[in-house]
């Protein structure tokens, strides 16, 4: 008999390294003579689109067409410690500190010109560079930005341990086969706040990716040990969703400015896959009735527990 339940689950997820631990990020903006402006960021990207959210800031803050503008975030000759891709912390803490260097470098710019609307074309800007030599202006600025926290406090359990948080929900729907075990995923439903969103098709696509992850936290990923030795060490038995295991993602944003935030934005990277296995281990609770304690929920574990 296959059974049909719905689960919901909620987080908030501080970003940053947090609890009062030095999480600073680091960025240059300089323009150059040939008309093109570089922003050298140590912004890993690792599929999230970090390149391309430091793109767009860049532009944004200068009002200079992205054509115009190259992400240098290769070389560490020339590249100023922008901290790890790690803890959902490079669009508000690096976002930040290319805003900053972008900011200061469109005050230089402003010296010299008087354009307002967005400058699109190389001669424009390569007449900028040539004025601001002449007048003896900066042509590089370096952005700082530093994460406000504080360590948790022993005794009272006071604090600022991070921020800023973003929040999530999620609701799945599943069905549960009481003859054999299998759970499949039919829907995931998921609403994320992370401040104003910088570009809704890669948040759109940390939404699936996290919700992939998610799947596979709750129903597949095992790692099986002998002896602190680990058995299963390829994909053929450690097994992950594909395509074929994912189900329909629906995402939808709350996009509740952060003040603090470039443009009001936040951290998205991990918050988006921890409601993704409670939200299953509740549907399956709705469709038999049965909680499970440890993940991930196989198809042998829901037989034994059904016996």
Same mark, same amino acid.
């Given at each position: 008999?296959? #059974? ?12 940053? &390294? ?13 323009? #150059? ?28 803050? @200068? ?14 000759? &020339?590249? =100023? ?10 669009? &508000? ?33 390569? #007449?900028?560079?040539?004025? /601001? ?31 800023? &948080? ?12 009481? +003859? ?40 597949? +990923?095992?790692?099986? =040990? ?31 400015? +952060? ?13 988006? /896959? =921890? ?19 440890? @993940? ?6 829901? =037989?034994?527990?059904?016996?």
């Amino acid at each position: 008999m296959k #059974k049909k339940g719905v689960g919901y689950a909620s987080i908030f997820y501080g970003t940053g &390294y947090g609890n009062g631990f030095p999480d600073e990020s680091r960025a240059t903006a300089k323009i #150059k003579s040939d008309g093109i402006i570089n922003i050298y960021v140590e912004v890993s990207d690792v599929g999230s689109g970090g390149k391309s959210i430091m793109w767009q800031i860049a532009s944004k803050t @200068l009002n200079i067409d992205k054509a115009l503008i190259n992400i240098i975030n290769t070389n560490t000759k &020339y590249m =100023l410690d922008s901290g790890t891709a790690a803890a959902s912390r490079q669009t &508000y803490n690096t976002g930040n500190a290319v805003l900053d260097a972008c900011s200061k470098l469109r005050n230089n710019i402003n010296k010299v010109t008087n354009e307002t609307e967005i400058i699109t074309s190389s001669d424009i800007l390569n #007449k900028i560079f040539e004025d /601001m030599i002449k007048n003896n202006i900066s042509i590089s600025e370096d952005g700082y930005f530093k994460a406000t926290t504080s360590t948790i406090h022993t005794k009272n359990g006071q604090g600022n341990p991070y921020w800023p &948080y973003t929040f999530g929900a999620q609701r799945a729907t599943v069905i549960v086969d009481t +003859e054999t075990g299998k759970i499949d995923v039919l829907e995931i439903i998921a609403i994320n706040d992370a401040g104003k969103i910088i570009n809704p098709t890669l948040a759109e696509g940390q939404v699936e990716g996290g919700c992939s992850m998610g799947v596979g936290y709750a129903l597949m +990923e095992e790692i099986n =040990l002998n002896k602190g030795k680990i058995k299963n060490t390829n994909f053929s038995n450690y097994i992950i969703p594909t395509s074929m295991d994912m189900p329909d993602v629906k995402s939808y944003f709350v996009e509740e400015k +952060e003040t603090t935030g470039p443009f009001g934005a936040k951290g998205l990277g991990e918050p988006v /896959m =921890l409601p993704t296995a409670p939200a299953i281990l509740n549907a399956i609770y709705d469709a038999i009735g049965i909680r499970f304690y440890e @993940l991930p929920v196989t198809c042998e574990k829901v =037989l034994a527990a059904l016996k």
